[in-house]
């Protein structure tokens, strides 16, 4: 028999235990508490006799990804719909996981539902998988009673974002992966090719062109300080990532420097556009009011300028200014954007002009990515292909000398 008590929502960790209960019957289970006294107490008022508590170990298995959660609220927003009450669905839904570690986290947050608990009090405690948005948007449909609709539009706003973010990653696999072998293949010439270049020159007793002269003296200092350069490099690219992660000012200047690049600032100006409307259209139209909704739209769309520009909306909306009148003073948005809201704002259906909107942008990105990997695949090629021959051609140019002299 398996008991799942919870004893409140202050709860910090996960406890596993096993005893007896009044019957003489061995039962086992886990609880949230702070601490194992906390454990044992709360059981001995239910009339266990405890006989092992144990802090609960991690789950074995992969990590959980943000696909993952997007499946969960897809399959659970399906089966609310066919009548399935919300335990059974957990029950369910963990037994289909191959995920141990998921299947765990459906345990848990089914346990919580059991003992009285609300759906997003129960996905808060999980905050590392269960954003603000996604438990806002859960805590609407139970105050409305359309717990499996809300799941149903938020699992359309999660597969969307995926769906965005994995394209993104598929159009910068493929230039990152030529860029990275053409380093090592650069790494193995300038380290171990032109040395060997160094004993043949030296016998020809001639004056070396200028270029082989750069290349080899190049050469000559990655053999000599490749640890340095290393070194440096990696120390260089640590202490940016640091100070990145601690420095708001830091990140928001190359937020701004980044939607300002030639070619690649347009698209993700785009990506945070569409990111952003997406998430507002999602949040409005499940009736979150709207200042509720710029709260949890802020960090959304990836980039802190976006951040701030929801901010001063915010502000501003909360003055009595439109939202229309409030984006356009933010500067950040394009004039069709603008102009769909305030048709939104007039006719009511704010919701639903938003959400054609951030069609249109998801759209614009797609069509931007595809002809950016068709333009980057043979601009890097002919980059690469002058760098490496460059030098191939200055090592071989005292030899074509030698044979114009004989």
């Known amino acids: 028999m398996h008991f799942h008590l919870n004893p409140g929502p202050a709860l910090e960790r996960t406890f596993e235990w096993e005893g007896t209960n009044r019957q003489g019957q061995p039962v086992q289970g886990y609880m949230r508490a702070g601490g194992e006294n906390q454990v044992m107490a709360l059981l001995r008022r239910q009339g266990v006799q405890i006989s092992k508590v ?97 799941l149903e539009r938020l699992a359309v706003h999660l597969e969307k974002t995926e769906a965005m973010k994995s394209k993104l990653r598929a159009a910068l696999t493929y230039p990152t992966a030529v860029v990275l072998v053409a380093l090592v293949v650069m790494a193995v010439i300038m380290i171990f090719v032109i040395p060997a270049f160094e004993g043949v020159f030296a016998s020809f007793g001639a004056q070396l062109p200028a270029p082989t002269l750069w290349v080899m003296q190049a050469s000559a200092f990655f053999v000599g300080w490749w640890w340095l350069v290393l070194g440096v490099s990696g120390l260089g690219l640590w202490t940016f990532w640091r100070v990145w992660q601690q420095s708001e000012v830091l990140q928001a200047a190359l937020d701004r420097a980044l939607l300002r690049l030639p070619v690649f600032g347009p698209l993700l100006q785009k990506a945070c556009i569409a990111r952003w409307t997406r998430t507002l259209s999602t949040m409005f139209s499940a009736g979150v009011p709207l200042m509720d909704a710029l709260d949890a739209v802020a960090g959304t769309a990836g980039n802190s300028v976006y951040a701030l520009a929801t901010a001063g909306i915010q502000r501003q909306v909360s003055e009595g200014v439109s939202l229309n009148r409030a984006m356009a003073d933010t500067a950040v948005f394009p004039s069709m954007l603008l102009q769909m809201c305030s048709i939104g704002e007039e006719s009511g259906a704010l919701d639903h002009m938003l959400a054609k909107a951030a069609g249109f942008f998801e759209d614009e990105v797609d069509q931007q990515l595809a002809s950016l990997t068709s333009l980057l695949e043979p601009f890097i090629i002919v980059t690469l292909g002058v760098l490496i021959g460059g030098i191939v051609v200055a090592m071989y140019l005292p030899i074509f000398q030698l044979g114009q002299v004989s």
């Open 54 to 150: 144990s802090r609960q170990a991690p789950a074995p298995g992969a990590d959980i990804k943000p696909v993952d959660v997007a499946l969960f609220t897809r399959q659970l927003s399906t089966m609310l719909q066919a009548g399935v009450p919300l335990l059974q669905c957990f029950d369910a839904l963990g037994r289909g996981q191959n995920n141990p570690r998921f299947a765990r986290l459906l345990a848990n947050i089914r346990a919580d539902v059991e003992t009285g608990s609300a759906l997003n009090a129960a996905l808060e405690r999980h905050a590392r998988y269960f954003s603000p948005l996604y438990c806002s948007l859960v805590a609407a449909g139970e105050a409305a009673g359309r717990l499996d609709v809300l």
